[in-house]
């Protein structure tokens, strides 16, 4: 099946329209798709957007890393703000002088393998052994819970909470999903993100 296809399953199975995606990044998803799955909602991750209207520090990130891949996160059923990420793959320190004083307060690690800009909060993401973890920034502030991310998990090992989440799963096998290239847990919310065109492998050399 399509990433398109498999957009439109999941559009229907969550009751939510998604023809406004597929009309502007059909052709981004044919490079990149991947499902950010959660209990009642779902997100979608794609390529770009270097050119479209974003935080004035992705477009700042964006310069400073010329190299690095972009992408965005569009949040569907509900009114939240996209996040907009810059896959750094830089030096730790290097990262934390660019994000500047708030930041060196973040436990430290090897490399800071990502940002993600989403409204006023920046997001940092660091490997490790088990998986990511991403600390949040607010300004000034470290918001003070991590987000914690188990990597690399087979989709027939997964322990679905309730009903509802194991027809989730039961919605994976049949389009054919055989891992969650993550799985986070915080505050008692669960996402699966699954990675279904142009997947990028988790490189634990960066952790």
Known sequence: MTPAGELSALGAFYGIDVAGVLAHDSAALERY???VLGRDTFAVVTLGPRLELATSRFRAAAEYW??????????????VEPTYYVRTLCPWADGIAWLGAAATRIP???TLYGLGFQGAVVKTYALTD??????????????AEPKEYRADVVWDEMLWPDPRWAAIGELGRTLGFRTAGHVGHHH???????????AIATDRSFA
Do not use: H, N
Request: hydrophobic share 40%.
């Open 33 to 35: 798709a991947e499902w």
């Open 66 to 79: 010329p190299a690095a891949i972009t992408g965005v996160k569009r949040e569907l059923g509900g009114a």
């Open 108 to 110: 430290p690690a090897r």
């Open 130 to 143: 088990c998986g990511f973890v991403s600390y949040r920034l607010a300004g000034d502030d470290v918001i």
């Open 188 to 198: 008692g919310e669960m996402k699966v993100y699954v990675e279904r065109t142009g």
